[in-house]
Structures are given as C-alpha cells and as structure tokens.
Nanobody, 124 residues
C-alpha cells in the first residue's frame, strides 16, 4: 500500500516563509510526476506546482516567483518552499504523486495518490 505523508504546514505572518514536505512510502516501482495542490474554503482544489521525474517544473501564475518545488528521487519526496506568503495563500495543501506500485492490486499500473493535507494559514 502506498502512502503520502505531508508535513510543514502552520501559521505564519504575511511575507513569511514555510517549507512543505511530502514523503511517499510503500512498495514503489517508480514515481513519475509529483505535485502540490491547495484548496481554500469554498473554492475548488487547484494546482500549485508540479515536477516531473526529470525535474521539469510547472507553477500556477499566482505563485510564480514566490514558490519553488523540488524533489529528492532517492527519498521519494517532494518539497514546496513558499516565500513572500500572502493571506490568499491560506488553504489546505495536498501532496499528489503519480506512482507505479511494485505490488498489490495496482501492481505495475500507474495510480494517482494523495496526501492527507496540511493546513497553511497566513495571517497577522
């Protein structure tokens, strides 16, 4: 069974920084794309940033120049460095990964897995 565990959320003042981490565990053959999504109250979940296994990145316009996504393939982990945070960045942030499990009912087939979410609140 594959699991994604996020950490690093919290409460910070506007202009502050946070770093989110997400580690994938389980019987994994490979991980292709990894990314971060967020969902604010009353809004739909939206893509924040994603990164391919080769390191190509993609960002939402609202976070370009402020957020940086990175990954450590050896650790099956993805990170989101968030700088110059704004109140409108307040949301639950979810880790996402396209994974090919090595075993189980989905063995050797790509699945999409989600973390449980971590709250990020930007407020003075």
């Amino acid at each position: 069974q594959v699991q994604l565990v996020e950490s690093g959320g919290g409460l910070v003042q506007p202009g502050g920084s946070l770093r989110l981490s997400c580690a994938v565990s389980g019987s994994i053959f490979s991980i292709t794309a990894m990314g971060w999504y967020r969902q604010a109250p009353g809004k739909e979940r939206e893509l924040v940033a994603d990164i391919t296994s080769g390191g190509s990145t993609n960002y939402a316009d609202s976070v370009k120049g402020r957020f940086t996504i990175s990954r450590d393939n050896a650790k099956n982990s993805v990170y989101l460095q968030m700088n110059s945070l704004k109140p409108e960045d307040t949301a639950v942030y979810y880790c996402n990964a396209a994974i090919i499990p090595r075993s189980g009912v989905n063995a050797m087939r790509e699945i999409t897995a989600w973390g449980q979410g971590t709250q990020v609140t930007i407020s003075s």
